[in-house]
């Protein structure tokens, strides 16, 4: 009886137990506005939000973000330097720089566990798509919904479960901040 509660328990238990979402798009709230982005995950559904901290300043430097109930920051690390950028939630540190130095076409992101580079496939064309670097897969790739709009993004998320969300929001922000 002890064995088969064991076992019953394990089964309804396991798809809570550290299920990775996937990115399905990010979208601006207002039309006229890139300040505050609506996250959808999975299925489409509305599950977060990314705003401009400091939206009187129009301080692109400065990020603060709500998904599916964690919270954090997003920040160009130092004053004066678009090359290094930090995503911060709780004890998660995701550490974003370009591959070169003003280079903003490639990017290394890494926390700490997990480290792979970005770059923008095709520069000075339309659609803008980004996918992670010598992936034939196609595992993790985005590009602007609509021809010379940079305000919705659809993002194809195949990769395994032990990629973490902030570690894909931060590869596809970022690379999203530096499209516009």
Known sequence: MKVTFYILFFFL?????????????????????????????????????????????????????????????????????????????????????????GDFSSFRISDGIKTFKIERKFLNTDPIEWSIMDDEDDLFFWYNEFQNDIRDWIIEDRLPEDFSLELKLAAVFVSILHSL
């Open 13 to 101: 238990s396991t798809p809570f137990l550290g299920v990775s979402q996937n990115l399905y798009s990010l979208h601006t709230q207002w039309d006229d506005d890139i300040k505050q982005w609506e996250i959808k995950l999975d299925e489409g559904e509305i599950e977060g939000e990314i705003e401009m901290t400091w939206r009187l300043r129009g301080d692109m430097t400065d990020w603060t973000y709500r998904i599916d109930g964690k919270r954090g920051t997003i920040k160009q690390k130092w004053e004066n330097n678009a090359n290094v950028w930090e995503l911060r939630s709780g004890s998660t540190i995701v550490k974003i720089s370009t591959v070169w130095s």
